[in-house]
């Protein structure tokens, strides 16, 4: 039985790029989506399907030997909150039964699946906290909070239960603030407008923001994002309890986004357009992370400079990323 990586949800933000990222592995990786892909990798075994297919998804576990898991596929915070069925059946049944199947598979083999959960911000409330730890008070306003909450907290259990057991599963997970990403424009989320004004700004267009200028929230920009996945996925032994680390760069406003895309794009013009679906929830978010739980446990490493994240990559790199079209 071959050695495997099983992604879901690869066509996503984050997803694109881990796969980007893992396909320069040797090791085989099983690629799931409800969409077709939209680049080919040799080493990668291609899967038009839902999470929720479950025979699809035993099938996988009792074909290969699936050493790591890394678990994207999820509807973000506005399309739960259109959609709150939806959101329980995929990002928590979903994902219960990957993890389930995960420790299954740990069990049986006599090994530790590694597996990585993308959690979020979303996991507080209600007050907008400022420098947010890990262990503050959570209570999760939205069905997104509540879904990456319930989540987190189920693949620590069974963590600690394959612990004890000596077999089952690794259970490893950030906390995501906004990611902005050069490559993709994602929909969906609340703070979707951060990557959504660098596409416009690139691309001569005008853009409307449905958040309040002076709202703070946390960033991320993919590199990093990608950078921090590798790094927790890769540290052989993670020596906390804690599963579910913040993680963040920069905390920004979306006035303070518009002043950085207008020094490279000067003709870029935004208005705003509040509206309480997006900006109740943007309030209920931290301001900013700690990170210091991150930095101390598996060595995160955050550059807190607007013009690293800009100047340096963002910008850059949009450039060349259309250029290829
Ligand atoms: C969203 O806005 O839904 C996500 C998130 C911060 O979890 N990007």
């Given at each position: 039985?071959?050695?495997?990586?099983l992604?879901?949800?690869?066509?996503?933000?984050?997803?694109?790029?881990?796969?980007?990222?893992?396909?320069?592995?040797?090791?085989?990786?099983?690629?799931?989506?409800?969409?077709?892909?939209?680049?080919?990798?040799?080493?990668?075994?291609?899967?038009k399907?839902?999470?929720?297919?479950?025979?699809?998804?035993?099938?996988?576990?009792?074909d290969?030997?699936?050493?790591?898991?890394?678990?994207?596929?999820?509807?973000l915070?506005?399309?739960?909150?259109?959609?709150?069925?939806?959101?329980?059946?995929?990002?928590?049944?979903?994902?219960?039964?990957?993890?389930?199947?995960?420790?299954?598979?740990?069990?049986k083999?006599?090994?530790?699946?590694?597996i990585?959960?993308?959690?979020?911000?979303?996991?507080?409330?209600?007050?907008?906290?400022?420098?947010?730890?890990?262990y503050?008070i959570?209570?999760?306003?939205?069905?997104?909070?509540?879904?990456?909450?319930?989540?987190?907290?189920?693949?620590?259990?069974?963590?600690?239960?394959?612990?004890?057991?000596?077999?089952?599963?690794?259970?490893?997970?950030?906390?995501?603030?906004?990611?902005?990403?050069?490559?993709t424009?994602?929909?969906?989320?609340?703070?979707?407008?951060?990557p959504?004004?660098?596409?416009?700004?690139?691309?001569?267009?005008?853009?409307?923001?449905?958040?309040d200028?002076?709202?703070l929230?946390?960033?991320?920009?993919i590199?990093?994002?990608?950078?921090?996945?590798?790094?927790?996925?890769?540290?052989?032994?993670?020596?906390?309890?804690?599963?579910?680390?913040?993680?963040?760069?920069?905390?920004?406003?979306?006035?303070?986004?518009?002043?950085?895309l207008?020094?490279?794009?000067?003709?870029?013009?935004?208005?705003?357009?509040?509206?309480?679906?997006?900006?109740?929830?943007?309030?209920?978010?931290?301001?900013?992370l700690?990170?210091?739980?991150?930095?101390?446990e598996?060595?995160?490493?955050?550059?807190?400079?607007?013009?690293?994240?800009?100047?340096?990559?963002?910008?850059?790199?949009?450039?060349?990323?259309y250029?290829?079209?």
């Amino acid at each position: 039985m071959d050695n495997a990586i099983l992604i879901t949800g690869f066509n996503g933000e984050i997803g694109r790029q881990t796969l980007l990222a893992l396909s320069k592995k040797e090791t085989l990786i099983i690629a799931l989506d409800i969409n077709n892909p939209h680049i080919k990798y040799d080493n990668v075994i291609y899967i038009k399907d839902s999470i929720l297919n479950k025979d699809v998804m035993k099938s996988i576990f009792n074909d290969y030997n699936i050493i790591e898991v890394y678990h994207f596929a999820a509807l973000l915070s506005q399309s739960a909150n259109s959609n709150p069925k939806s959101a329980y059946e995929v990002n928590e049944e979903g994902s219960k039964l990957i993890i389930q199947l995960a420790t299954n598979h740990g069990i049986k083999h006599k090994s530790f699946v590694r597996i990585f959960f993308p959690s979020s911000i979303a996991v507080y409330g209600p007050k907008k906290l400022k420098d947010a730890k890990e262990y503050d008070i959570i209570k999760p306003q939205t069905i997104y909070g509540c879904n990456k909450l319930v989540i987190e907290q189920f693949g620590t259990q069974k963590y600690e239960e394959s612990i004890q057991l000596g077999f089952g599963i690794d259970f490893r997970c950030l906390r995501f603030p906004g990611i902005i990403s050069p490559y993709t424009i994602p929909s969906g989320g609340t703070t979707d407008f951060a990557p959504q004004m660098l596409h416009a700004a690139y691309n001569n267009k005008k853009y409307t923001c449905k958040v309040d200028p002076s709202t703070l929230l946390p960033f991320l920009s993919i590199k990093s994002t990608i950078d921090a996945i590798l790094q927790i996925m890769t540290i052989p032994h993670i020596n906390s309890k804690l599963r579910a680390f913040n993680v963040e760069e920069l905390s920004l406003s979306p006035k303070e986004i518009v002043e950085e895309l207008q020094k490279e794009f000067p003709k870029f013009i935004v208005d705003y357009n509040i509206d309480s679906r997006f900006q109740s929830i943007a309030d209920t978010w931290p301001e900013n992370l700690n990170c210091e739980e991150a930095k101390k446990e598996w060595n995160f490493v955050n550059n807190h400079s607007k013009n690293v994240m800009f100047e340096q990559y963002l910008i850059p790199e949009i450039k060349k990323n259309y250029g290829k079209h």
